[in-house]
T-cell receptor, first 112, second 115 residues
Framework: NAGVTQTPKFQVLKTGQSMTLQCAQD?????MYWYRQDPGMGLRLIYY???????DKGEVPNGYNVSRLNKREFSLRLESAAPSQTSVYFC???????????FGQGTRLTVV | KQEVTQIPAALSVPEGENLVLNCSFT??????LQWFRQDPGKGLTSLLL?????REQTSGRLNASLDKSSGRSTLYIAASQPGDSATYLC??????????????FGRGTQLTVWP
């Protein structure tokens, strides 16, 4: 079972460039999440989608946009990358908002 | 706002010891609590999920307890092994208002088990 798949695994961007992080799950889950993980800060929620067609801001949404393309896919876009967005990004999903959550392997992003 | 704290931040023990990791949270309005393991450079692996109505959940050498009213959970690891070395994270899922359906994480306990 693939579970939650994130692409790419690694990316280096120059300041001001844009990119989209892709996430797909094959577990028929309704809820999907994007988190960033920084040393000493733990995991912080960027955006959350409770179901197809809905998205909500998390703790740190500034500088990001999301698209819940369909039930399987939830993408995260950086329109104009900044060095402060250097981080490891994780996508997660759960059947509903109160069930077990599963995480992807992460995307390590460096903005120079 | 939900705050999750994990103590200790780091723990180093010899192989074979039984150990306890602690997690506390400030808002008891939660659906459930989930424990994860994270190996260096990897994603999060789910270990145990405890529903808010449960007191305990077991998987192999792992036992997690939950006291929702006091805002505490513990993860007990029996007979620790070097392969248990990793960072352990706890997360709670809110069940009301702005916390609804969202996971809130502690910063983790970094465990090292030496032979």
């Amino acid at each position: 079972n693939a579970g939650v798949t994130q692409t790419p695994k690694f990316q280096v961007l120059k300041t001001g460039q844009s990119m989209t992080l892709q996430c797909a799950q094959d577990m028929n889950h309704n809820s999907m999440y994007w988190y960033r993980q920084d040393p000493g800060m733990g995991l912080r929620l960027i955006y959350y989608s409770a179901s197809e067609g809905t998205t909500d801001k998390g703790e740190v949404p500034n500088g990001y946009n999301v698209s819940r393309l369909n039930k399987r896919e939830f993408s995260l876009r950086l329109e104009s990358a900044a060095p402060s967005q250097t981080s490891v990004y994780f996508c997660a999903s759960s059947f509903t908002g109160n069930t077990e959550a599963f995480f992807g392997q992460g995307t390590r992003l460096t903005v120079v | 706002k939900q705050e999750v704290t994990q103590i200790p931040a780091a723990l180093s023990v010899p192989e074979g010891e039984n150990l306890v990791l602690n997690c506390s949270f400030t808002d008891s309005a939660i659906y459930n609590l989930q424990w994860f393991r994270q190996d260096p450079g990897k994603g999060l692996t789910s270990l145990l999920l405890i529903q808010s109505s449960q007191r305990e959940q077991t998987s192999g050498r792992l036992n997690a307890s939950l006291d929702k009213s006091s805002g505490r959970s513990t993860l007990y690891i029996a007979a620790s092994q070097p392969g248990d070395s990793a960072t352990y994270l706890c997360a709670v899922i809110g069940n009301r208002g702005s916390t609804l359906g969202r996971l809130y994480f502690g910063r983790g306990t970094q465990l090292t088990v030496w032979p």
